[in-house]
Every structure is written in C-alpha cells, then in structure tokens.
C-alpha cells in the first residue's frame, strides 16, 4: 500500500474511548493469574488424571474423565477416556518425551508449572495465584458496578437481544465480518454476552468449586461442596470449567487476530481504539 493510500484511510479513521485504566489493569493480571493456574493446574492434576460425578471419588465411583498410561519403557501408550468412549494420544496425553525418552505423565512438562514432578510446588503455585485472581476479581467488580461499567458497557440492549439481530451477528461472525463505524464504538450481543457468562458464571464457579475442595473451607463452610455434589464432584466441575475458559481464550485470541491484532491491543494497552467514519464525521 502506497503512502497516500494510508494516509486517506488514516483520515477516515478516529480513535474513541474503549476501555478504562481498571478495566485494562485487571484485564492483564487475569491473564497472567488464568496462564499460571492452568500451568499449576496442570502439575495438580498430573498427580491423579482421572475425574469423578460423586462425593467420594476414587474409592467409590467409576471415573467419567481419566488420562491414563499403559505399558513399560518403549511400549507405553497415552490414552484418553471420556466415558466409554476410548482416544490412543501418545505422544501427548498420557505418554509424552522427556529428553527424547517417552514417559507416563498425564499432560505434558512443557505444559505444566514447574515443567518437573512437584505436586507441592505446583500446589503452593496455584493457591497464590487463586487468591490474586479473587482479589483482582472482586476489584474488578466493585469498579463494575461503581461505575456502571456492567451496565454501560456489557449489559445488551434492547434491540441487541432480539432474534433477527443474534442471527445476524452470529452468521456475521461466521463469515469475518466485523462492525464498521459508529457499531464499532461498542460490544456487540454476543461479546457482552459471553463477558457476562464468563464474570459471573464461569469464573465464580471455578473460585468455589476450587474452595470446596480445600479441607479447611470444608470444615468452616461444609454446606459448599456438598452444594456442589461432594468434593469429587466439585473437582470435576473445577476442571471443566477451567477448559471452558481455555475454550473461551482461545477463541477470544483468534478474533482479536482477524479483526485487527494491533487496533484490539492497543485498546488494551492505551485504552483507545480506532474506528473508520465517513468523510464529513468529525
């Protein structure tokens, strides 16, 4: 692109508010906090890979998730099991190398925090970094409804919510179509959507499902894993919903990378984002 092709698209851009200091603050503490539990995590859950729907677990129910390792030295296999349903993932799940030697680990070193065998470590990790993300949460909340950010900012309108509006953004999203002008300035339905279900669904289940498996908030507050089906089911509803949040990242990462990298991380790094208007706007 020549250099007065830039600036004429330069002119017809303008950069407006979008996101508040506190917003892009606790933005990027999430993101360091939810990086080093799943890595923590990861250790935690090498140290029993499989899952259980009861309040008792490994003495008493037939696990629903479990990665497992078969054989010896040069033989072992990675498998993972969803019910009856049984995937050969060596090399990855359940087998994987470790200095070109092929190991029995559930998940992988390169994926776990620390990359070696240390379930106190990997513990120790996990709770510091817990506990940082409910303070940044709760702050993050408290400036939420302060500042009528939920409102202003996640809460869908009126004509956002109707059906023929969903669909069409939901089909828009599928061809990479993205909001121009003055519709760029806000969320769209299903973004203020899924950061509502994400605040106030996803993560506070994944706080107390994670509380309710501590022995001390057991004996303190014994209501709470037993409001969530007993410890081991509380384990598996912490596991689930920490993949639902991966999912969510995931999917978060690539639409930030085809609806422009730099415009969406400059907005959460100075707060302003640059949306195109036409000639006459100001």
Known sequence: MDTSAS??????????????????????L??????????????????????????????????IIEIASEGLKDTI?????????????TGFLGA?????????????????????????????????FAWLLVINGLL????????EHFRRDLLPTKDQVSRRHLWQEIKDHARLRFAKGEEARRY????????LIVAFVLLPLMVASGLAMSPGIDAAFPLLPELLGGRATARTLHFLTAFSLVVFVMV?????AVSGVWNNLRSM??????????????
């Open 7 to 28: 600036e004429a698209i330069a002119e017809r851009q303008i950069r407006v508010r979008r996101h508040s200091v506190p917003v892009r603050l606790t933005h990027w």
């Open 30 to 63: 999430n993101a360091l906090c939810l990086t080093l539990l799943l890595a923590s995590g990861l250790q935690i859950f090498n140290a029993h890979p499989r899952l259980y729907v009861g309040k008792y677990g490994a003495d008493h129910e037939t696990p």
């Open 77 to 89: 296999r990675g498998t993972a099991r969803l019910g009856g349903l049984s995937v050969d993932t």
């Open 96 to 128: 994987s190398k470790e200095d070109g030697v092929v190991v029995a680990r559930a998940f992988p070193t390169w994926l776990t925090l620390p990359s070696y065998h240390d379930l106190g470590a990997g513990r120790r990790l996990h709770f510091t």
């Open 140 to 147: 993050y909340l408290a400036y939420g409804f302060l500042s």
């Open 188 to 195: 769209n339905a299903l973004q203020k959507m899924t950061y």
């Open 252 to 256: 978060h990462l690539v639409m930030v």
């Open 269 to 282: 790094i100075t707060g302003r984002y640059a949306i195109e208007v036409d000639g006459g706007a100001q």
